[in-house]
């Protein structure tokens, strides 16, 4: 189902940055977890960073995005945003946040609803 909406997309040169947001409903980040996922083409979809419900702190399941992007909260406006920096033709593809009960899920089918996506094109 979708109900995530995700903003933030765009065309960038390599060694640039991009910031993603993922508005959920009101109070579900108090319940869910928030992940974000990318899919390039021919590709699975693939976990790339998750901020927890439970705890708040961000969990990492891509090694090649550590010290490069960073996941935060607001639980106010009901986002989660995914700053960018450094960016690199191989992170190239069609950015989701999903949403988990509680814990992070890094399998897609995990996520019980996601959002549109949100396309992000890097060149070389």
């Known amino acids: 189902q979708l109900r995530l909406a995700e903003f933030g997309g765009g065309l960038v040169q390599s060694g640039g940055s991009l910031t993603l947001s993922c508005l959920a409903p009101?109070?579900?980040?108090?319940?869910?977890?928030i992940g974000w996922f990318r899919q390039a083409p021919g590709r699975d979809r693939e976990a790339v960073s998750c901020?927890?419900?439970?705890?708040?702190?961000?969990?990492y399941q891509q090694d090649s995005v550590k010290g490069r992007f960073t996941i935060s909260r607001d639980k106010v406006k009901n986002t989660v945003s995914l700053e960018m920096n450094n960016l690199k033709p191989e992170d190239t593809g069609v950015y989701y946040c999903g949403a988990s009960p509680w814990n992070c899920d890094a399998n897609p089918d995990g996520n019980n609803y996601w959002g549109q996506g949100t396309q992000v094109t890097v060149s070389s």
């Open positions: 901020i927890s419900a439970a705890t708040g702190d961000p969990n």
């Open positions: 009101a109070g579900w980040l108090d319940h869910y977890a």
